[in-house]
């Protein structure tokens, strides 16, 4: 399993319109052979000191996949490459952390 952390810094003024495009695109991901989750997230302000506020137009993307495979399936489904040129101009700039657990979770420990 591999999970993705997708930082999405938004053009001012274009949050609700990003928000309404990838609430449709989310079903169609989520569809997808291999996803195991996909899930776009704001800040959440605490009083917790180390947290660091991401600002109003940040979107997270929270990604869990099978296989790295199926995320570069993922990356060139046509709903992403539509998704790229219908948000393109919303983007001020965007960055990605392909990350692999360290110890693998044992479900057979979850009591």
């Known amino acids: 399993m591999i999970q993705v952390i997708a930082k999405i810094e938004l053009i001012p003024e274009k949050k609700s319109y990003y928000l309404e495009y990838l609430s449709t695109l989310v079903p169609q991901v989520r569809a997808e052979e291999g996803c195991l989750e996909y899930t776009p997230m704001i800040h959440f302000p605490t009083t917790i000191g180390r947290q660091e506020p991401l600002g109003p137009d940040v979107v ?52």
């Not at 993922?74 to 790229?84: C, G, K, N, T």
């Not at 983007?91 to 990605?96: E, G």
Request: charged residues 35%; aromatic residues 6%; proline residues 4%.
């Open 60 to 111: 997270m993307i929270i990604e869990k996949w099978k296989s790295m495979e199926d995320l570069e399936r993922h990356l060139i489904a046509q709903h992403m490459l539509d998704y790229r040129k219908a948000t393109g101009e919303m983007i001020a700039r965007s960055s990605l952390q392909i990350l692999e657990p360290v110890f693998e979770r044992n479900p057979e420990s979850d009591d």
